[in-house]
Nanobody, 125 residues
């Protein structure tokens, strides 16, 4: 079992930055791959970024490449999402997720078996 708690969301103007954090507990953090997803009202939950167990590999949706950075600190059991140059279309509830599986696709939400409760990010124009 893995418990995930996100924080760091809020209201920011377009062009601004936010850093989301996701604290994990309940399982050795370095044994799970991590991802960030987001869901805007009326839309499907979509992949944003993923990171391997060691942090050596990262994956991004095309819409956030070059603006967002995912990282993790296994000593602190925390994964981060640094979001720069935010746009109104980035407005959504952001979720972190964990996967115990050794193979699969970071981009597929069904690969993840633990989810946080989400944190709201609102970007004003």
């Amino acid at each position: 079992q893995v418990l995930l708690v996100e924080s760091g969301g809020g209201l920011v103007q377009a062009g601004g930055s936010l850093r989301l954090s996701c604290a994990a507990s309940g399982r050795t953090f370095s044994t799970v791959a991590m991802g960030w997803f987001r869901q805007a009202p009326g839309k499907e939950r979509e992949f944003v970024a993923g990171i391997s167990r060691s942090g050596g590999s990262t994956y991004y949706a095309e819409s956030v490449k070059g603006r967002f950075t995912i990282s993790r600190d296994n000593a602190k059991n925390t994964v981060y999402l640094q979001m720069n140059s935010l746009k109104p279309e980035d407005t959504a509830v952001y979720f972190c997720a964990a996967s115990r599986y050794l193979s699969g696709s970071y981009y597929n939400r069904r690969w993840y078996d633990y989810w946080g409760q989400g944190t709201q990010v609102t970007v004003s124009s």
